[in-house]
């Protein structure tokens, strides 16, 4: 639990951070004034109106991912499991770029759609790496597979649609620029009902790391349980991917450090990558906007220069999940 309050800790320390820097820098002083004083200033309206709804945003995406990452790996017992890797993003994201390219009038559908999506790429990767059982090298090469296929969906959509594309060129990189308070009330009530419905998985969660043998023995039918987790799973990448566009990476590192830090019980490791998600990416969204300014990139970059070589190390390690 010592754990789990520093974190919160550092979740606050840099939240403030967040809030001061942009292409405008604050003191402390005048964002603590910006949030609690009425009065009218130009920090208070950059704050209130800008970086605050990015922070709440980034923060509620973070988590949304690190726990799609961590159900994910349980599911597949295997700890390169990401919803980026596995097609579950690729899948959310083709659908939902089909939306705003070809169907714009449907927009306010994209969240449903992106869950569909997303959820459909799932089992398709399952589909393809059944063979009398699931191996977990097979649903990473199926994952690939399903990612390069669907992948190549939204890049055909975009020669398609040229003349649209670059109202979406930003969201097809994961970025958080240009998020309002619409976004997060869109987001917010989703993002409940997945993190609710992901605390409700945690026996599940831990069972199914024991081998399927074990939890059949110790009651738990595994192939629904797979089912349900993979669906809240997909439910949680596909909303944020609808909002933010693709953002890898998270959903692998933050399970995995949250293991180290904490152990592999998910009553614990759970709320802990919920925290360490919004941490990490709001740590990188203030680097997108900091960084190269007055230029801004797209979160997903960053994510991608720090999360692909996260990636190899894994690989070279190859380690199994503890």
């Not at 920090?43 to 949304?64: Q, S």
């Not at 295997?78 to 980026?84: E, S």
């Not at 759609?113 to 589909?127: D, N, S």
Request: aromatic residues 8%; positive net charge.
């Amino acid at each position: 639990m010592g754990i789990l309050a520093l974190v919160l800790l550092a979740f606050f320390a840099v939240s403030i951070l967040s809030l001061r820097f942009g292409s405008l820098s604050f003191t402390s002083g005048e964002i603590i004034s910006a949030l609690f004083s009425e009065a009218d200033s130009l920090a208070r309206n950059i704050v209130m109106n800008i970086r605050l709804p990015r922070l709440l945003l980034a923060g509620m995406v973070g988590a949304n991912l690190a726990i799609s990452g961590a159900l994910l790996q349980s599911v597949m017992r295997n700890p390169l499991a990401d919803p980026g890797l596995t097609g579950v993003s690729t899948g959310a994201a083709l659908v939902a770029v089909t939306i705003m390219l070809v169907f714009p009038s449907l927009s306010g559908l994209v969240p449903v759609a992106a869950f569909v999506g997303g959820t459909l790429a799932v089992f398709l990767v399952y589909l393809l790496a059944w063979k009398r059982g699931i191996d977990p090298i097979r649903i990473i090469l199926a994952g690939v597979a399903v990612n390069a296929l669907l992948g190549g969906g939204t890049s055909l959509l975009s020669i398609l649609y040229s003349d649209r594309i670059q109202g979406v060129l930003m969201w097809l990189n994961g970025s958080i620029a240009g998020r309002s308070w619409y976004h997060v009330r869109m987001l917010a009530p989703y993002s409940i009902l997945g993190l609710l419905a992901a605390v409700l998985c945690i026996k599940a969660a831990n069972l199914l790391q024991l081998g399927d043998d074990v939890a059949k023995n110790l009651g738990l039918k595994v192939n629904v349980a797979r089912v349900v987790l993979s669906f809240v799973a997909a439910f949680l990448a596909g909303i944020s991917v609808s909002v933010v566009g693709l953002i890898g990476f998270v959903g692998l590192i933050i399970p995995h450090v949250s293991r180290l830090l904490i152990g592999s019980d998910y009553k614990f490791m759970l709320p802990l990558s919920a925290l360490l998600g919004s941490i990490l990416l709001i740590i990188a969204d203030t680097a997108a906007r900091t960084v190269f300014r007055p230029v801004e990139l797209p979160v997903g970059i960053i994510m991608a220069v720090v999360g692909g070589p996260f990636f190899l190390y894994l690989l070279r390690k190859g380690g199994a999940m503890r």
